[in-house]
């Protein structure tokens, strides 16, 4: 009956947010080298960099920490994660590491090595570079569908099923996984539907493949199957989850999305061996087995996290909220990629800024604006992140050139949102005087990070 999206919470303590003008944050954009990941965080407004690590937590998880039981071996927070983890995915084998990354490297530097293969249907960041680092090679199978950003069609997250048949048939001896990333961060926030990972889970068990699920965003992936995937509304999003897990042979999770914490993450699975050598690398890593990167008070925070992401409540209200940016700046002549996905709103800047050619990186000149028309801090995901050099060094550009908006969890409310709609209309009318920028120095792997850039 009310249109209006409530914050399903209260708030009970509060940060600051320090106001800039437009003329310092020219000054303190330039200073950065023109990569907003180099700005301090004080002199942003709204920081939409990430949905990682960046969630408010509850009063629950505070309290948590306070009880954290902080041993070294057998710690009862432990005892109570590892509960919970198992209790969610139905894997046996829980290994506690500081973030996703940490159980990326540990997975799949054991499985990988030069003459490897990775499928997925987009590796995030991380991962990519995880397996790129460790010799092997990462293949991205987005469904086709995925590239009309304007069609209706629900789960653009999906993994190109003919596709996997296809790499399958040509490269099956060097396939180390199939790894299935849910919502499918890098390709747009776009969830994977239970019926495409059905299919998926058929397709490895056929040829004998293992299948992992990058789970981080799970029960925001879970809201679009209970709403949009037939034969899901009668289901809680926690049984949905279940039944995706209960399709692979193990998981990767970075807690920093849905557990709700500020750091976290770990890697389950179902064979013995297998988790067996990943203990072995943990230990050497990250840390004992019973707690790997974390402190005790971290894993009671993950343990209730993992309960409070499936609230009903609170994922209506995350998934509309989410959706009601996007809606906006798309009415107000924004292109953003469509339907909009649950963590973050994707920006098409290719579009928006269509004069200005990939190697001249429209999506960075877009976070640009952003940070100097409103303090707003944002990603661009495309030729920056995912741009290739070939032999004559030329710019293989990304599929596709696009900033994200990343939403925190539980921190903004919706005034601090009509605000970054506010900044999109100033954006919108602007769009033609902006102009493409140029890299000045970078590193070989995730360059996005700490390259230099200057504005041409
Ligand atoms: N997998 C996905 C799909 C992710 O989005 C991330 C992180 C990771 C793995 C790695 O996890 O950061 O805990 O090591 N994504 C963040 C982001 C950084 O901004 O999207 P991590």
Redesign the pocket.
């Known amino acids: 009956m009310y249109k209006t999206i409530i914050e399903p919470f209260k708030i009970k303590s509060v940060e600051p947010i320090y106001m800039t003008t437009e003329a310092e944050r020219e000054e303190r954009i330039k200073a950065a080298h023109y990569n907003p990941f180099l700005l301090h965080s004080r002199d942003v407004i709204i920081d939409m960099?990430?949905?990682?690590?960046t969630s408010a937590m509850s009063a629950q998880q505070w309290a948590g920490i306070m009880v954290g039981d902080e041993s070294y071996a057998g710690a009862s927070s432990w005892e109570r994660l590892e509960y919970e983890i198992q209790d969610l995915t139905g894997f046996p084998y829980v290994l506690p590491t500081?973030?996703?990354?940490?159980?990326?490297r540990i997975l799949y530097g054991y499985l990988g090595g030069e003459g490897k293969l990775f499928i997925s249907n987009t590796h995030?960041?991380?991962?990519r570079a995880n397996i790129e680092f460790s010799g092997a090679n990462a293949i991205d199978i987005p469904t086709p569908l995925a590239k009309d950003h304007d069609s209706e069609y629900h789960f653009k997250g999906n993994m190109d099923l003919a596709a996997l048949e296809q790499t399958i048939a040509s490269t099956k001896d060097q396939i180390a996984a199939v790894i299935l990333?849910?919502?499918?961060?890098?390709g747009g926030g776009q969830p994977v539907s239970m019926s495409n990972a059905k299919e998926v889970a058929a397709i490895c068990k056929k040829h004998n493949l293992l299948f992992i699920i990058?789970c981080?965003?799970i029960a925001e992936n879970a809201y679009f199957i209970k709403h949009f995937e037939k034969g899901y509304e009668n289901h809680t999003y926690r049984e949905i989850a279940q039944q995706m897990f209960a399709l692979a042979d193990g998981c990767?999770?970075?807690?920093?999305?849905d557990a709700l914490v500020n750091?976290?993450?770990f890697l389950a699975l179902k064979d013995n061996a297998l988790a067996e050598a990943c203990t072995n690398l943990l230990i050497i890593t990250e840390g004992f087995a019973t707690y790997g990167g974390l402190s005790g008070r971290d894993m009671e925070a993950i343990a209730i996290g993992l309960r409070e992401i499936f609230d009903k409540d609170y994922l209506h209200y995350r998934i509309t909220s989410t959706r009601y940016l996007g809606e906006k700046i798309r009415n107000n002549g924004i292109p953003v990629l469509y339907p909009i996905g649950g963590?973050?709103v994707y920006v098409d800047a290719g579009l928006l800024y269509s004069h200005i050619p990939a190697h001249e990186y429209p999506g960075q000149a877009l976070v640009c604006e952003l940070y100097k028309k409103g303090g707003i801090r944002a990603?661009e995901i495309g030729s920056v992140m995912f741009g290739k050099y070939d032999d004559n060094h030329q710019l293989v550009p990304a599929s596709m050139e696009l900033v994200?908006l990343?939403i925190p969890r539980r921190v903004y409310t919706q005034s601090h949102i009509d605000y970054v709609v506010e900044v999109f209309d100033e954006i919108a009318k602007n769009a033609k005087n902006v102009k493409g920028i140029k890299i000045i120095k970078e590193p070989k792997f995730l360059r996005h990070f700490t390259a230099y850039f200057d504005l041409l």
């Open positions: 960099l990430t949905d990682s690590g500081h973030q996703g990354r940490a159980a990326e995030f960041d991380t991962t990333t849910v919502t499918n961060n890098s990058d981080c965003r990767v999770m970075s807690a920093k999305k750091m976290g993450g963590h973050a990603v994200r990343a």
